[in-house]
């Protein structure tokens, strides 16, 4: 029995991968497992290749795994292009009709007709995917009443006729397989917990965090990979006192959430790269008027329309400086699912106590990303809330009040809180001023937030470490590249390397103390990130004034821990090489 049980179940979209997928989590959660997962999907409404990867463990998971333990091929094609990652003692379930390679074939194959018999026996193609999970449901010991369950309660709203058909199909998968499959190599789920896990995505885990954190209004325009959020929202959050609107694009989107921001409603909107640039704009007016906001970016491959189904991590510097102008905002990035639930909350605690836009920062891996978390993570409250005026009689209502970074707001039908709002530089009035004294007093004003909130005790304790705390090679990254960092590190330590790793969850602004202080007790800085240029290593070259090692990646899927492996091997036999005494200078020499 494997500790943790890493699968992969790859086809053509349509075939009903993710049903798969999503059927084997839901089992794993109930029965206490931990599970991390990743999918990929082409673009096209239907056809092209996709698959996604299931890891569950009884022990908590800091990603999505690398070698697989199982593999499960519904075509030629899945097989061709996953065969190469499945483990050298792994097991592959494929079409029967699959050719294997002549070399690296694996040891323990089940060929399973499954297209024949969901045609000959059931009388129906779409049916195969549940012959898969019937075939599955004996390989893994599943147990057949709660795949039974989950799908009475998936084709609940079908008639029973189409019901009794796919429990016709799944019993149909497990007969095949207890009666040519059994006596064979064992595969099982690892051992669950005594208490049920709560099943979520990325963006649900969004979407919950800003319900508990209170929002009221959510615009937005659907755009791949956050719509997700506007959908959950659109369908829980009116039955809670909420108001969800689908606007006619995001330019739109955004100036329905300022309207409804300064009228003193907490707001939010989510969106991906090309929706945050149109969005950049009213970003600058949200500063400058001193708005609350919260806007998530759900990052894909990109630029422009990109591979909108493909993750990276390329819009940070998009996120850090889109606007025109200085327009400080703070930027923070979750690392998990549950990260995802308490960032969001955060980002509605700073986003009103401060008085700016707050950017949530994510990808497509994180979005779509199935994870389990503990139900007791939903309950939240507010930690912070707006400061609002209390304007005394007869004295004009100073808006902008110079002198605190955060200044006392009015909402509209606060008597004697009349004021100016405008995109406008202005004075503490809220009145038009362009003289330098009001640009300068203001600029101030906008920026001294980002350093109350560095030392803010909501941002705390915020940023993660591990590793060996004496080692030499550093690697810092953020967002979803977090949990493939952090197996790296300990994989690498296990090898006798010593690493240590730190992830700053916010990202404006940096987390100062602590990072410099990370940054300067080590050799070697690796920054693994998810785009070309490394703009998280160029961020902290810029800042700190330090060397960095980047790991970039574009291909659309996450880093593997494999690969920062192998950079910290690279840099260790660097240091080593180094430390070497040289013939006739002393050791650290210069040559």
């Known amino acids: 029995m494997h500790p943790d049980l890493t699968l992969r179940i790859a086809g053509e979209s349509g075939e009903g991968v993710i049903t798969i997928g999503e059927t084997l989590c839901k089992i794993a959660a109930r029965e ?45 094609q899945a097989l061709d292009d996953n065969l190469e990652d499945l483990g050298e003692d792994g097991a592959l ?37 549940i012959v898969v999970l019937g075939v599955l449901s004996h390989l893994l010991g599943l147990p057949k009443p709660a795949v039974e369950k989950l799908l009475s309660e998936k084709f609940a709203r079908k008639n029973r006729a189409v019901l009794e058909h796919n429990l016709e199909a799944l019993r149909r998968g497990l007969d095949y397989a207890r009666e040519h499959c059994s006596g064979r190599k064992t595969i099982r789920l690892p051992p669950g917990g005594k208490q049920n896990k709560l099943l979520l995505s990325g963006n649900e885990a969004v979407a919950l965090g800003a319900v508990a954190a209170g929002v009221k209004c959510f615009f937005g325009y659907p755009i791949t990979p956050a719509s997700e959020i506007m959908e959950w929202l659109a369908l829980h959050l009116p039955r809670l006192g909420g108001k969800v609107l689908q606007t006619e694009d995001e330019i739109a989107a955004i100036g329905c959430l300022a309207g409804a921001s300064w009228a003193g409603a907490r707001s939010m909107t989510a969106t991906s790269g090309p929706g945050l640039s ?10 400058m008027a001193e708005i609350p906001a919260v806007i998530v970016d759900s990052q894909r491959g990109g630029p422009s329309t990109g591979m909108p189904t493909k993750t990276e991590q390329s819009d940070l510097n998009l996120a850090l400086y889109g606007a025109h102008g200085d327009s400080p905002r703070v930027v923070v990035a979750p690392t998990s699912v549950a990260d995802c639930f308490r960032m969001t ?13 707050v950017i949530v920062l994510i990808d497509q891996a994180l979005s779509a990303r199935l994870e389990t978390v503990e139900p007791g993570l939903v309950e939240r409250k507010p930690a912070a809330l707006r400061l609002l005026a209390e304007p005394a009689g007869g004295a004009a209502y100073a808006r902008y009040r110079l002198g605190p970074a955060v200044s006392p707001a009015a909402v509209p039908g606060t008597e004697g ?21 009001a640009h ?14 560095n030392d803010d005790a909501l941002v705390r304790d915020l940023s993660s470490h591990f590793g060996d705390p004496d080692a030499d090679i550093g690697v810092v990254t953020w967002g979803s590249s977090a949990g493939p960092a952090e197996e790296a590190i300990a994989a690498a330590n296990r090898m006798g390397i010593p690493v240590r790793g730190f992830v700053p969850r916010i990202l404006s602004p940096l987390p100062h103390r602590d990072l410099a202080k990370f940054l300067g007790a080590v050799k070697r800085v690796i920054v693994p990130e ?26 659309g899927v996450p880093l593997s821990p494999g690969e920062i492996v192998e950079k910290i091997v690279e840099a260790a036999e660097e240091i080593a090489a180094r430390s070497k005494p040289t013939h006739g200078k002393a050791a650290g020499q210069r040559v």
Do not use: W
């Open 32 to 76: 206490g497992l931990h599970l991390v997962t990743f999918r990929t999907f082409p673009a096209e409404i239907k056809g092209g290749p996709c698959m996604m990867q299931l890891r569950l463990s009884e022990k908590a998971l800091s990603c999505h795994g690398e070698r697989l333990d199982l593999l499960v091929c519904l075509n030629q």
């Open 93 to 129: 379930v494929c079409e029967a009709e699959c050719e294997l390679p002549d070399e690296g074939a694996p040891r323990t194959v089940y060929r399973i007709p499954f297209e024949r018999i969901a045609v000959r026996e059931i009388g129906s193609r779409i049916s195969k995917n």
């Open 278 to 287: 149109l969005m950049s704009e009213t970003i600058g007016l949200l500063t």
């Open 345 to 357: 909350g955060l980002a509605f605690d700073l986003a009103e106590k401060y008085q700016l836009p």
């Open 417 to 437: 809180g009349e004021h100016m709002v405008t995109g406008m530089e202005h004075d503490e009035l809220g009145n038009f001023a362009c003289d330098e004294e």
């Open 440 to 453: 300068t007093a203001m600029s101030v004003k906008r920026h001294r937030k980002l350093e109350a909130i």
């Open 530 to 555: 998810l785009n070309f240029t490394g703009q998280f290593a160029a961020l902290l070259r810029a800042t700190y004034g330090i060397r960095t090692t980047s790991l970039t990646k574009v291909k």
